[in-house]
T-cell receptor, first 111, second 111 residues
Framework: SAVISQKPSRDICQRGTSLTIQCQVD?????MFWYRQQPGQSLTLIAT?????????ESGFVIDKFPISRPNLTFSTLTVSNMSPEDSSIYLC????????FGPGTRLTVL | QKEVEQNSGPLSVPEGAIASLNCTYS??????FFWYRQYSGKSPELIMS????GDKEDGRFTAQLNKASQYVSLLIRDSQPSDSATYLC???????????FGTGTSLTVIP
């Protein structure tokens, strides 16, 4: 199984600011994903982070709001830009290597 | 129609009983099926994967897959209070290389 770490684990941010979340995997993986999970809800896929090319965004998510970087096969970042209280959620990094594994998540609160 | 459907519950079973969790999916081309357990405030944890028709047992957990009926289930024998969590069904579709998650079933095991 893959071991995934995320930073920060939680943050409280002001409206209009941006936060970058880092995801580090202990092995090279082809597929990395970013999810959002709001309280009491299931997982919502934001985008697939592609190494060497632009991320693939799901309907309702755009690059200007959630820019993603994937400089190599073990690391990715997700930025939540121009935040509003509606962005308060848990953001999860995930990788697929025969099976799908999740990082511990970043709990974001926007005031 | 959602790609993956689960009963949201809540499902309550007494300690020691069998908990049965069910999931249906719409993409007949799906090849990989997973069950995740998610405790409140934590990220999803993979507990079972199944790829071929029939049963797969791991300790107190048994996953069952019926591709003809597009149905996958999870049985938890000798349920314990520590099994109380939300259980997410996930399906990997080879069409588009994407995971689809159900909304989760909340399980409570009553001591």
């Amino acid at each position: 199984s893959a071991v995934i770490s995320q930073k920060p684990s939680r943050d409280i941010c002001q409206r209009g600011t941006s936060l970058t979340i880092q995801c580090q995997v202990d092995s090279q993986v082809t597929m990395m994903f970013w999810y959002r999970q709001q309280p009491g809800q299931s997982l919502t896929l934001i985008a697939t982070a592609n190494q060497g090319s632009e991320a693939t965004y799901e309907s309702g998510f755009v690059i200007d709001k959630f820019p993603i970087s994937r400089p190599n096969l073990t690391f990715s970042t997700l930025t939540v830009s121009n935040m509003s209280p509606e962005d308060s959620s848990i953001y999860l990094c995930s990788v697929y290597s025969n099976e799908q594994f999740f990082g511990p998540g970043t709990r974001l609160t926007v005031l | 129609q959602k790609e993956v459907e689960q009963n949201s519950g809540p499902l309550s079973v007494p300690e020691g009983a069998i908990a049965s969790l069910n999931c249906t999916y719409s993409d007949r081309g799906s090849q990989s099926f997973f069950w995740y357990r998610q405790y409140s405030g934590k990220s999803p944890e993979l507990i079972m994967s199944i790829y071929s028709n029939g049963d797969k047992e791991d300790g107190r957990f048994t996953a069952q897959l019926n591709k003809a009926s597009q149905y996958v289930s999870l049985l938890i024998r000798d349920s314990q209070p520590s099994d109380s969590a939300t259980y997410l069904c996930a399906v990997f579709s080879n069409t588009g290389n994407q995971f689809y998650f159900g909304t989760g079933t909340s399980l409570t095991v009553i001591p």
